[in-house]
């Protein structure tokens, strides 16, 4: 992975992870650098299987690799071994909707 002398990646693996930690887990953007390890950000179990099922929706591959001492930078990596078969930067589930009026229901 490159990265340019902001510190910048030039990676779209990178932005991958960057985009599904905030998107799926609600992470930080400012608390991400490719040197963060997952665990750094406090990701619980539950978190880590939400942030690599998302990455597996994402890719179309597995994400087996990522674990909580994985940092972002190895994950990009991790997605750029096994290629990408679809990168889609939308979470695949739409948000949920408000519940409407109860209609219909008289007592």
Do not use: F, W
Request: net charge negative.
């Amino acid at each position: 992975m490159a990265v340019t002398e902001h510190g910048n990646t030039e990676h779209s693996g990178y932005e991958l992870v960057r985009t599904t930690l905030v998107q799926a887990v609600g992470a930080d953007p400012a608390a991400l650098t490719p040197r963060t390890a997952l665990g750094d950000l406090r990701l619980d179990s539950l978190a880590l299987v939400e942030l690599a099922l998302a990455l597996e929706d994402r890719t179309g591959k597995p994400m087996t690799g990522v674990t909580e001492h994985s940092t972002l930078a190895e994950v990009a990596e991790l997605i750029d071994a096994v290629g990408i078969d679809a990168v889609d930067t939308e979470p695949s589930v739409p948000p949920a909707r408000a519940p409407g009026p109860v209609v219909g229901i008289v007592r």
